[in-house]
């Protein structure tokens, strides 16, 4: 899958997604000190599902009508440490495919989606 992470995300729970078969661009390397509004374009440009600790980018998709159906997954979860971080992403990340297109929500048990507008770029 290809992600794009954004600034927030620690290192060590991005480092474990490649680990696992995924194409990550981290913003705090690739991009930092970039707006939401630029991030989310990037990951709109590049195809990547953008996950984040940030719920600006679902404001962006839904109320500002953005161009977001990259997909957007914010995590929502009670231990921030990035080994509970790597775990949960991964495990998140590997039971599905259907990212794409929807505004998930990843929390310590259970998966939320919604389909995000689909608004031609």
């Known amino acids: 899958m290809r992600i794009l992470a954004s600034e927030n995300l620690p290192g060590g729970a991005i480092a474990a997604l490649p680990l696992n078969g995924h194409d990550v661009v981290w913003i705090r ?5 970039s707006f939401d509004i630029q991030v989310l374009e990037r990951a709109q440009d ?25 997909g957007i997954i914010l995590f929502r979860i009670s231990k921030p440490s990035y080994e509970h971080i790597a775990n949960l992403s991964v495990a998140a990340l590997n039971q599905r495919d259907d990212w794409a297109g929807h ?11 919604k389909p995000l507008p689909n608004i031609d770029a």
């Open 29 to 33: 390397e690739d991009l930092p000190g």
């Open 46 to 70: 590049d195809n990547r599902i953008i996950i984040t600790f940030d719920k600006d980018y679902g404001e962006l998709a839904f109320r500002y009508g953005l161009p977001a159906t990259c």
């Open 103 to 113: 505004f998930s929500v990843i929390e310590d048990t259970r998966i939320r989606m």
